[in-house]
C-alpha cells in the first residue's frame, strides 16, 4: 500500500492514536513505540559516558510535522522543539507546497573541511606552493587516518592553500577537503589535520598552530526549492506579493535577516535535535554562509513565477550524519531516522533544508498578512495556562478562555483558574 504523510487532523489524535499512526507509517515495532511512549529515554549511564560531570539528563516535546513530500517521497518529520506552533506551522506550510508537486532537493555531497594554520613563515607565498607540491602526499597522510572511511569510499579528496593577511601578520592556510560519507565527521577531519601538523612544519619551515574543522561547510550545500499555487495560498495572488516585500526586507536588512534566518532555522534545528546531530554546529554553518557576501543575508529566496505563483529557494550548508555521536547512542535518535526512513546523510540534510524553506514559507505568509500572534498566541495560551498552574483538563479549557478574551498572559490565566475554582 502507498504509504502517506497527509494524514489529516493528526493533530486532534491523542497521543496513543498518534502514535499507532506513526508505528503503521514507519513500520515502527513495539518496543520503538514504547520507547516513544517512555519518559526518560537516556539513561543516566549513558549520558554520563556522553558529556562531563552529568547530573541528570534534560527532555524536550517531540512532534512529528506531517504532509512532507520531498523529491516525491512522503515524510513524516520528528521534531524535537520547546516552541509552540513550530510543528503545526510545518504541517500547514508542507501541505501548501503539494500544491505545486512538493519539495524538491539536491545537494553537493558531504565535504567538509578542516583547516590547518601555518605562522612564522617569512615567504607565506612559497610556502603554499612547498605544500601543494605535495598534495599527493598530505591527502595520503589524511587517509591513513581513516582506512574505514576510506574503504567506504571517503576521505581526503583535494588540498586548498591560502595565503591570509591577518592582523598578526601573513598566514598560510591549507583546508583538507574530505569526504565524511554518512558522518558528520568532526572528529575524522580533525584527526587528519592534527596528524599533518608536523608534515607543513617540515615543508615549509613554519609552525602549525590551529589544526579544526571549519563549520562553514561550503562544500556541504543543500539546495531545496518549492512551487506553491497562488490558489493555495490564503490570500492569493496578493500574499504572493507580500511575500516578495517581506524577503526583500530580509536581503536588504540584516537587522530583518537574522529573524527571517532564525525562522528557517525553526525547520531545521528541531530535527537536528531529534536526530541526535550537532545544532551549534549547523547554525554556525547557516548563519557564516549567510554573511559569505560580506554582509549578513536571507538564507531563501522567493519569487513570482510567471503564472501568479510563488516559487521559493534555498542554499545553505547543512553538516549533518547519520552515524557516530550522539546520532548512534541516543535511542530515540535512532527511532527519529527511521521514521524519517533516511539511508543517507544527503537525504537526512536535503530534508532538513526542504523543511527550513517550509517553516519559513509559513512564517512569512502568516507575517505579510493576518500577523503571526494569532496561530502563535492560540498555541501559547496552553503553555500560559500550565505556567499559571493549570492541569489535565483545566489546561485546554483556560487556555480557550485566553483566545476568547484576547488576553493571553499568566495573570489573566490565574484569574480564570481562580474562576473555574470559585464554580466547582
Ligand atoms: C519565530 O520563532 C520565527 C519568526 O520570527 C520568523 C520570521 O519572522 O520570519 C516568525
Not at 492514536?17 to 514504547?34: I, N, P, T, W, Y
Request: charged letters at 25%; proline letters at 3%; aromatic letters at 4%.
Amino acid at each position: 500500500m502507498d504509504r502517506t504523510a497527509r494524514i489529516s487532523g493528526f493533530h486532534r489524535l491523542s497521543v496513543s492514536e498518534r502514535l499507532g499512526k506513526l508505528q503503521e507509517f514507519a513500520a515502527l515495532s513495539d518496543e520503538e513505540v514504547a520507547l516513544l511512549n517512555r519518559r526518560a529515554h537516556l539513561d543516566i549511564e549513558t549520558a554520563d559516558r556522553m558529556i562531563e560531570n552529568v547530573v541528570g539528563t534534560f527532555e524536550l516535546p517531540l512532534g512529528i510535522a506531517t504532509n512532507l513530500l520531498i523529491n516525491g517521497k512522503e515524510y513524516l518529520v520528528p521534531l524535537a522543539v520547546e516552541e509552540s506552533s513550530v510543528v503545526a506551522a510545518l504541517s500547514n506550510a508542507a501541505n501548501m507546497v503539494r500544491s505545486g508537486g512538493g519539495f524538491f532537493t539536491t545537494s553537493t555531497g558531504p565535504v567538509m573541511i578542516a583547516q590547518i594554520q601555518l605562522i612564522d613563515v617569512p615567504d607565506p607565498f612559497g610556502a603554499k606552493m612547498k605544500i601543494l607540491e605535495r598534495r599527493d602526499e598530505v591527502i595520503a597522510i589524511a587517509n591513513e587516518q581513516d582506512p574505514v572511511l576510506v574503504s567506504l569510499g571517503g576521505g581526503c579528496k583535494d588540498i586548498e592553500v591560502r595565503v591570509l593577511d591577518s592582523e598578526m601578520g601573513p598566514m598560510v592556510i591549507t583546508h583538507l577537503l574530505v569526504d565524511t560519507k554518512d558522518a558528520m565527521g568532526g572528529n575524522a577531519v580533525n584527526t587528519m589535520a592534527e596528524a599533518l601538523a608536523r608534515h607543513i612544519e617540515a615543508y615549509t619551515g613554519g609552525r602549525v598552530l590551529l589544526r579544526i574543522l571549519s563549520n562553514l561547510a561550503d562544500r556541504r550545500l543543500v539546495r531545496a526549492r518549492c512551487l506553491v499555487k497562488k490558489d493555495a495560498i490564503k490570500g492569493g495572488e496578493s500574499t504572493v506579493d507580500a511575500i516578495l516585500f517581506a524577503c526583500a526586507f530580509a536581503d536588504a536588512d540584516p537587522y530583518r535577516a537574522a529573524t527571517h534566518n532564525k525562522g528557517i532555522m525553526n525547520g531545521i534545528t528541531p530535527i537536528v535535535i531529534a536526530t541526535g546531530n550537532d545544532s551549534r554546529a549547523i547554525e554556525a554553518g547557516a548563519h557564516a554562509y549567510a554573511a559569505r557576501s560580506g554582509r549578513y543575508r536571507a538564507l531563501s529566496r522567493w519569487e513570482k513565477t510567471a503564472e501568479g505563483d510563488l516559487e521559493g529557494t534555498i542554499e545553505m550548508p547543512l553538516a549533518a550524519g547519520l552515524i557516530g555521536g550522539a546520532t548512534a547512542l541516543h535511542p530515540l535518535a535512532k527511532v527519529s531516522l527511521k521514521v524519517l526512513g533516511v539511508t543517507r546523510a544527503a537525504e537526512l540534510s536535503e530534508i532538513m533544508a526542504a523543511c527550513g524553506l517550509g517553516q519559513n514559507l509559513a512564517a512569512l505568509r502568516a507575517l505579510a498578512s493576518e500577523g503571526i500572534q494569532r496561530g502563535h498566541m492560540s498555541l501559547h495560551a496552553k503553555n500560559i495556562a500550565m505556567m499559571a498552574g493549570a492541569a489535565g483538563a483545566l489546561i485546554d479549557k483556560v487556555a480557550q478562555r485566553l483566545v476568547e478574551d484576547g488576553k493571553i498572559r499568566v495573570d489573566w490565566a490565574k484569574k480564570i483558574l481562580e474562576e473555574f475554582s470559585r464554580k466547582s
